[in-house]
Nanobody
Framework: QAQLVESGGGLVQPGGSLRLSCAVSGNIASFKAAGWYRQAPGKQRELVANIGSGDSTDYAESVKGRFAISRDKAKKMVYLEMNSLKPEDTAVYFC????????????WGQGTQVTVSS
């Protein structure tokens, strides 16, 4: 079965950095697009970053200049580098893959907690 497992979350002080990883396995041979979203108590689910089939990237305005999404297609890994973290970045971060970049075959992970606090 398809499986996405996020890792790399944890507790970090404001201004710090974290690198989230998403390992894609199971019956997913490849994917054209991938990304991350986050959700925190009291806040709506927010799309954080997406990388499309042509490797174009899109970011939420709140993270532009601070976060960077990347992927390794051969290893079937998706990453989110987070810098200059703020308390408002605190959330559970979820990875997704979109097999054909058409919003039809999309799979999601279980999430990893990121807490930004002093």
């Amino acid at each position: 079965q398809a499986q996405l497992v996020e890792s790399g979350g944890g507790l970090v002080q404001p201004g710090g950095s974290l690198r989230l990883s998403c390992a894609v396995s199971g019956n997913i041979a490849s994917f054209k697009a991938a990304g991350w979203y986050r959700q925190a108590p009291g806040k709506q689910r927010e799309l954080v970053a997406n990388i499309g089939s042509g490797d174009s990237t899109d970011y939420a305005e709140s993270v532009k200049g601070r976060f960077a999404i990347s992927r390794d297609k051969a290893k079937k890994m998706v990453y989110l580098e987070m810098n200059s973290l703020k308390p408002e970045d605190t959330a559970v971060y979820f990875c997704y893959v979109d097999l054909f970049d058409n919003n039809r075959w999309v799979y999601w992970g279980q999430g990893t907690q990121v807490t930004v606090s002093s």
